[in-house]
């Protein structure tokens, strides 16, 4: 008896102090967010309220306006990944292409290096033809970092789908391109959706690559919550930390709709 209580403490426990590190950080950010006076040696906001909230939502105020740049390249980044990943990921997973692992795996560079010193590298090419500063050069940049998901996902996705029914296809007549288009690309729409929401939330929450290559014309949420930061303005920057964590839990539920355990086995194969 005294055993299982002293287990059944132990769980308690454990799973207090997950529970903590999960929402402490997260409640931290919502004190902050409402918090209009907060000082030593005070242990809790001293006045709360939502001026902050007001300001952040005000249409002339910057996190609107950066909101709308993030969204904008979040989608044109989709968009760019998916013309490059969709043939790749099909060659990749239908076709028996000679060195299919090593060109898998160099689809996952832009991740084994650091990004900082990636990041400069690239922002001295960029500005060499005139792309730093601009929405293009950021779109750019977060597709080739999104082709990381972008390819694999695809790949497994269209590797998951039954070979059988593509010939039944064939046989009723229907050429490759009809083919492709009526039977493969709406059988692996579920593992593509998914692939565009990584590549979307990946885009989203970007600061590294923004940072070197877009500022100062271009603003994004990332970089307001990194200004505001270092400016000390805590409040702004909770706030935005919020906004920026509403979409990721979103769509972290369609992934876990579409994304389902028969394409995640056919991830690497």
């Known amino acids: 008896m005294a055993a299982s ?9 454990a799973l207090g102090v997950f529970a903590f590190a999960i929402l402490g950080p997260l409640a931290n950010l919502v004190l902050w967010s409402v918090a209009e006076r907060w000082y030593t040696p005070f242990k809790l906001p001293v006045v709360y309220g939502f001026r ?4 952040v939502f005000r249409p002339t105020g910057d996190a609107m306006a950066s909101l709308g740049t993030s969204i904008e390249i979040a989608l044109l980044t989709v968009v760019f990944a998916f013309a490059l990943s969709i043939p790749a990921g099909y060659a ?3 076709l028996r292409l000679p060195g299919r692992v090593l060109l898998l795996i160099l689809f996952m560079l832009p991740q084994a290096f650091p990004s900082v010193a990636i ?5 001295r090419i960029f500005y060499t033809f005139g792309w730093t500063g601009t929405v293009a050069g950021v779109v750019a940049v977060h597709t080739v970092h999104g082709l ?3 390819v694999w996902i695809a790949a497994a996705a269209f590797a998951a789908i039954d070979r059988d029914l593509e010939l039944a296809a064939r046989n009723l007549g229907a050429s490759a391109w009809r083919t492709f288009l009526t039977v493969t690309l709406p059988l692996a729409t ?3 959706m998914a692939s565009a929401v990584f590549i979307f939330l990946e885009s989203l929450d970007e600061f590294t690559g923004t940072f070197f290559v877009g500022v100062p014309q271009v603003s994004t949420l990332p970089l307001l919550l990194y200004n505001a930061s270092m400016g000390g303005n805590y409040q702004i920057a909770s706030i ?5 964590l509403v979409p990721s839990i979103l769509f972290m539920l369609v992934i876990e709709r579409f994304l389902n355990p ?5 991830i690497g194969r």
């Open 5 to 13: 209580t002293a287990g059944a403490a132990l769980r308690g426990l």
């Open 92 to 94: 990749l997973g239908r």
């Open 240 to 244: 935005t930390a919020l906004i920026l």
């Open 119 to 123: 990041y400069m590298n690239v922002a």
């Open 262 to 266: 028969q394409v995640l086995s056919r």
């Open 190 to 192: 579920p593992g593509l």
């Open 148 to 150: 990381v998901y972008s």
């Open 52 to 55: 902050y909230w007001e300001a």
